[in-house]
Structure formats: C-alpha cells, structure tokens
C-alpha cells in the first residue's frame, strides 16, 4: 500500500513540474539537457536569439529527461539508431554528415540509445521571445 502511495506522489510531483514547463523558465531549467546531461550536450554558442549546443551520443548511454525548444539539427557524421514509436514498432533513424532536420519541442529522455556509433551533432534551438528577424539578410 506504501509502495503505491509513493509512485502517486512521485507522479504527482512529475505532473506539476511537467505542467510548470509551459509556464516558466525557472522550472524548464530543471530539464535543461546542459544541467541534466552534461556528458552529451555541451554550450557551443549563446545569444539572446539561440542556444548551440555541441551534442555527443554514445551507444548504451541513458539520457535523464530533458526538454528541448524548437531546433534545427545539423549532422556532423554518419549516424544510425533504432527507435521505438509510439505503436510500439522498431525503426532505423539514419542521418548522414551534413544533413539538417528540423525537430519541434520535446520532452524525452530516460531511455537507452541503440547508437550503431557515435552520433555528433550540433543542436540550434530557438529562444522564445526571439525576434523573428529579416529572412531576406
């Protein structure tokens, strides 16, 4: 009975931080991948617009939970894993050096990576509240 009161106040605190996230950046800090994860993302670049990070991902490594923003994703080598969807189906990810993807908000982590080798690559989040900008410069 103990046990199962326990998992309903861990939930509950998950809930609360989860709903927070939205709400404010005092608490999507918590889930920064700088602060959680500082042996797969490190800061390359910082301004008020965006946020670079350089991000090494090793087979077998378990990412904690972790929030991104709005970014663009840029390879820097060949790299494959496996994923898993949400049907519960196994799929291969593949990007080679180069490629750019763009890959909206999340919030993930928690699960060990089926890196085929080390994935290098850079993430450019968005910042929110950043100005748009002039697409035309």
């Known amino acids: 009975m103990r046990e199962n009161s326990n998992c309903f106040v861990v939930l509950a605190v998950f809930l609360v931080f989860a709903a927070g996230a939205a ?11 700088l602060r959680v994860a500082p042996h797969i993302f ?3 670049f910082a301004n008020e617009r965006v946020r670079v990070l350089d991000v090494t991902i090793r087979n077998g490594e378990t990412p904690p ?16 894993w496996l994923e898993t969807g949400s049907d519960g189906r196994t799929f291969m990810q593949s990007y ?3 490629d750019v993807a763009w890959e909206p908000a999340v919030m993930h982590g928690g699960d060990s990576s089926n890196v085929v080798h080390d994935c290098r690559r850079l993430d450019i989040e968005l910042l929110e509240g950043a100005p748009a900008g002039d697409a035309t410069r």
């Not at 404010?24 to 918590?30: H, L, P």
Request: net charge positive; hydrophobic share 45%.
């Open 23 to 33: 709400a404010g950046a005092g608490v999507r800090a918590v889930f920064d991948p």
């Open 42 to 44: 490190k800061l390359h």
């Open 65 to 80: 939970l972790h929030g991104h923003p709005d970014r663009l994703v840029v390879y820097l080598n060949a790299c494959a």
């Open 96 to 98: 080679t050096i180069g």
